[in-house]
């Protein structure tokens, strides 16, 4: 019985010693300090402000990868654009022959050929422009045959002595190889004698009601007349001579057509 009773007080002992230590655990817990709540409050808040700068430069970085990413994107789809357009303004504007076993096969241009399609262009803007002038000049002739009023029509005629002034400047100012030295002068004579002369005369006949002036006005329109057409056959000749230039339009054109599909044909709408 004794024995039973000491072995009693020992587990009470031994549970008394564990349940110690485990409030003494408990205390420890309770008693520790978050590491944060024991630090000094400025020295938080410069934590917090150092994190939120590390963040918004990681967001600024993300953002700033994001654009140039972007813009190289952009830049590689316009190349890859152009690329294809020219592409296929190379196959629509490449020429094709036969070679000597019948296949169909690029045609190789020369250098100079290039050269001569380059001063051709050059020549037929130059002759457009001046094509545009003699329009213009027929423009106002078809008025004042259909009795519009005259001395408004005379003003007119002589404010295209501004666009005969432009249109010699420029086409004096061609430096061109000697073959085409002639045409550059036919030209220049057309714009600078034929038009301008024209243009005084019919102005002056119409504002002084000179009939001497009259009479030379209807010479230059004739000469007029008579050099563009030569100007134009000229210019169609030399396009046959450059290969890949199509020349139909200069044959189409004539001051009989312009006066008839363009003028008249605007009268009778």
């Not at 380059?118 to 094509?131: E, G, I, K, T, W």
Request: charged share 30%; hydrophobic share 35%.
């Amino acid at each position: 019985m004794k024995k039973a009773e000491h072995k009693l007080k020992y587990v009470r002992g031994s549970s008394g010693k564990k349940r110690w230590r485990r409030k003494r655990k408990l205390g420890d817990r309770l008693g520790r300090v978050p590491e944060e709540e024991r630090k000094d409050p400025e020295e938080l808040e410069a934590e917090l402000e150092a994190e939120e700068s590390e963040r918004q430069r990681k967001q600024i970085h993300t953002e700033r990868v994001r654009k140039i990413a972007g813009r190289f994107f952009q830049v590689i789809l316009a190349v890859l654009c152009v690329y294809t357009v020219f592409l296929i303004y190379g196959l629509m504007s490449t020429e094709y022959v036969y070679d000597e076993n019948g296949n169909v096969v690029p045609k190789i241009v020369t250098v100079e050929e290039i050269e001569n399609r380059d001063v051709y262009a050059l020549l037929y803007r130059h002759y457009l422009q001046a094509r545009g002038l003699y329009e213009d000049i027929l423009r106002l002739d078809y008025r004042l045959s259909m009795d519009e009023e005259s001395k408004l029509i005379a003003t007119e005629y002589e404010e295209l002595l501004d666009t005969v002034s432009s249109q010699t400047v420029a086409i004096d100012g061609l430096a061109l190889d000697t073959k085409y030295g002639q045409f550059k002068t036919m030209l220049l004579e057309w714009v600078k004698t034929d038009a301008a002369v024209y243009l005084q005369n019919i102005s002056a006949a119409i504002l002084q009601n000179d009939s001497q002036k009259e009479e030379e006005a209807l010479a230059c329109r004739s000469q007029m007349y008579t050099d563009f057409l030569i100007l134009s056959e000229n210019m169609a000749v030399l396009g046959e001579n450059v290969p890949g230039i199509d020349v139909s339009s200069l044959y189409e054109w004539s001051p009989e057509n312009f006066i008839s599909e363009v003028l008249e044909g605007v009268q009778d709408e």
